[in-house]
């Protein structure tokens, strides 16, 4: 079982600061997936990161794998509300999720 | 194009009673097929997938169970609910053999009482 662990597991800033999200894992992922999930909705994929050192941007999202492709972040500039859900990180063609960061942004 | 769909929405039921939640899924076949459970403010836990009809793996022993008499269906039942029972219950799908994004279903909250 390859074990995702997510940090922080709680957030909440102001609008227009920024912050970074983590996955860990002791093991190597082929890809990684990142989802956001608000409440009482099921998760919504927002990214998939394949290569090793890859970075994707979306909008003001910034998704990094990590070089071994045992590690993952998130990066999101000034955040908004809109932002605010819970991020779940998933080892692609795995079915298994991490615990989540849930982020709350405060106008 | 695919939608999954789950009901009921939402249900409260007392201890001890049973439980049949259905997902379905339009638009593909042979898709695999996944339920999870997510407590409050929580990560999702996966409870069973299926690749095909009659097909089950369970990951976490409990007392709820999963079948599959169709391609397209997915249910999630138990004999008699526990407390502990309750949570917000998705269904997800993918398609076969792949690595991509897992749809999930607007999903179930079960209170048990």
């Known amino acids: 079982t390859q074990l995702l662990e997510q940090s922080p597991q709680f957030l909440s800033i102001q609008e227009g600061e920024n912050l970074t999200v983590y996955c860990n894992s002791s093991s190597v992922f082929s890809s990684l997936q990142w989802y956001r999930q608000e409440p009482g909705e099921g998760p919504v994929l927002l990214v998939t990161v394949v290569t090793g050192g890859e970075v994707k941007k979306l909008k003001r999202l910034t998704f990094q794998f990590g070089d071994a492709r045992k590690d993952s972040s998130l990066h999101i500039t000034a955040a908004q509300p809109g932002d605010t859900g819970l991020y779940l990180c998933a080892g692609a063609g795995d079915m298994r999720f991490g615990a989540g960061t849930r982020l709350t942004v405060k106008p | 194009s695919q939608t999954i769909h789950q009901w009921p929405a939402t249900l409260v039921q007392p201890v001890g009673s049973p439980l049949s939640l259905e997902c379905t899924v339009e638009?593909?076949?042979?898709?695999?097929l996944y339920w999870y459970r997510q407590a409050a403010g929580r990560g999702l836990q996966l409870l069973f997938y299926s690749v095909g009809i009659g097909q089950i793996s369970s990951e976490v022993p409990q007392n709820l169970s999963a079948s599959r008499p169709q391609d397209r269906q997915f249910i999630l039942s138990s004999k008699k609910l526990l407390l502990s029972d309750s949570g917000f219950y998705l269904c997800?799908?993918?398609?076969?053999?792949?690595?991509?994004?897992?749809?999930f279903g607007p999903g179930t909250r079960l209170t048990v009482l």
């Open positions: 638009g593909t076949s042979n898709p695999n």
């Open positions: 997800a799908w993918r398609r076969t053999g792949s690595f991509d994004e897992q749809f």
